[in-house]
């Protein structure tokens, strides 16, 4: 390849292929009409001598040498960005991006809502995009280009990965409001749940692989008790809808009870042991540490979750 006839220019066409796997869809991302991008394809594949994509059914698929380039790409891509914007003032009202946060539905119900408010009003330009949580691969969801920013329990991360306390997350107990047992049991919202009661419920458990057992079991365990998990769900609000309608009963974040509760018609109680509180961390990529609108968005975000760390006991993260 020539590089100094190589007009640059299809390097940003070429990520967006890579990220849509649609001309259409790339020329939206990059405001050109579908003709222009297929016309930079046919550019892309003379500089190359490749494919660089095929197609299968609606969707361009990437050849193995365009899927080599799609991560250091990007990273080059985002070096350049970085030094383009060095010396500049970041206007909200002006940006015109994407931002993917990774996070369970517990930010869908305590951050997204107020985010989504603030940067309607203030960048309207910004487009947000909340994804799934999968456990174990925050780091490499950031390294991979997949989001922008992680929201996780605390967790062990390489040096290139920036990480911010936010606060922790204490549960508590959620039942269907008059839930016939715990009134007959003589328990009333807001008081410690019986462990024998406690243990004689069904339990619905937060968990997305569908495991039956978590750390709340820890504390069990170590009293000689055990719980009976008969639901698993990969959602805190679906838990939620669940409980209310059921007789099961289910630990739950405070601040999703909190939200939900009203709503839902539940009524909630003290564990009858105590239930860890995981620290809940923001995670980003180290190359994203002094970009302008990434760091606008991760203030942004740091202020509508600071309040929930002293809303209750116990959230603090000293």
């Not at 408010?117 to 949580?133: F, K, S, T």
């Not at 709340?216 to 669940?242: E, H, K, M, N, Q």
Request: hydrophobic letters at 45%; glycine letters at 6%.
């Amino acid at each position: 390849m020539d590089f100094t006839a190589f007009d640059l220019n299809l390097l940003r066409v070429l990520d967006a292929l890579l990220r849509d796997g649609s001309t259409v869809k790339a020329g939206e991302r990059l405001g050109l009409s579908q003709p222009a991008v297929s016309a930079a394809l046919g550019r892309l594949r003379y500089a190359f001598d490749d494919e660089l994509f095929v197609r299968q059914g609606t969707r361009l698929v990437p050849t193995g040498r365009a899927a080599m380039l799609a991560v250091p790409l990007r990273e080059e891509l985002a070096r350049m960005e970085s030094l383009l914007s060095i010396g500049t003032a970041f206007d909200p009202a002006r940006a015109n991006f994407g931002f993917r946060i990774a996070g369970a539905d517990y930010f869908a119900e305590n951050l997204m809502p107020e985010l989504a408010a603030q940067l309607a009003q203030e960048a309207p330009g910004i487009r947000l995009h909340q994804v799934d949580l999968v456990r174990d691969v925050y780091v490499e969801s950031l390294e991979q280009f997949k989001a922008d920013l992680a929201l996780h329990p605390e967790q062990a991360v390489p040096d290139w990965v920036i990480r911010k306390r936010l606060l922790r997350s204490p549960f508590v107990l959620i039942a269907a409001r008059g839930h016939r047992a715990i009134a007959e049991a003589g328990v009333l919202p807001g008081a410690q749940m019986p462990l024998d009661l406690y243990c004689a419920l069904g339990h619905v458990l937060f968990s997305p692989e569908g495991n039956v057992a978590a750390d709340a079991d820890g504390p069990l365990s170590r009293v000689g008790r055990s719980r009976r998990v008969t639901v698993t769900l990969p959602f805190f609000y679906s838990i939620c809808r669940t409980v209310s309608r059921t007789d099961l009963i289910s630990l739950v974040p405070i601040h999703m009870a909190d939200r939900l509760a009203e709503e839902m018609q539940l009524d909630c109680f003290e564990p009858p042991v105590p239930v860890p509180a995981p620290l809940l961390v923001a995670t980003w990529h180290r190359r994203n540490e002094e970009s302008p609108g990434h760091r606008w968005i991760r203030e942004k975000i740091f202020s509508i979750l600071e309040p929930l760390s002293t809303r209750y006991p116990g959230c603090g993260v000293d």
